[in-house]
């Protein structure tokens, strides 16, 4: 007697990227660096890409490969324009050397702060007269 049918069954497990951006609040010329790491299995030259949200679409801004140990650092300096804006960035990982199917991080926010303005020191005016202090028997009270 035949089979009627055969399948062959491939178990799917999505690949889990962990990953962190600090400083959380940045200026023009300081570098956020997003650091992670391969939550299974570490393994060395797994390329990781890096999107950012623009609206409703994930657009790459950028690309890592893991070390030996399946850790990752990306690096990145905000243009003047960004002043203000707050950003989700994230991880996926989508490479044909790993074993899982692809998967991401989790978003992590970083704001672009505004640039301080530089106040200058308050002028110092003119000094106020101390008022004169007044003993009881001075003001004409005897006791």
């Known amino acids: 007697m035949r089979a009627a049918a055969s399948v062959e069954l491939y178990p799917l497990v999505r690949a889990v990227v962990l990953a962190h951006i600090t400083p959380h609040v940045t200026r023009t010329r300081v570098a956020i660096a997003m650091t992670g790491r391969l939550a299974f299995l570490p393994r060395e030259g797994v390329q990781i890409l890096i999107y950012r949200r623009d609206g409703r679409v994930w657009r790459p801004i950028g690309k890592a490969r893991t070390r030996a140990d399946g850790h990752f650092t990306w690096r990145y300096g905000f243009k003047a324009s960004a002043a203000g804006r707050t950003f989700a960035i994230c991880a996926q ?40 202090i007044v003993s009881s028997l001075d003001a004409g009270q005897t006791a």
Do not use: N
């Open 93 to 132: 990982l989508a490479s044909p050397i790993y074993p899982f199917t692809p998967g991401s991080s989790r978003p992590t926010f970083v704001a672009r702060g505004v640039p301080a303005k530089i106040r200058p020191k308050p002028a110092i005016g003119p000094l106020r007269p101390r008022k004169a």
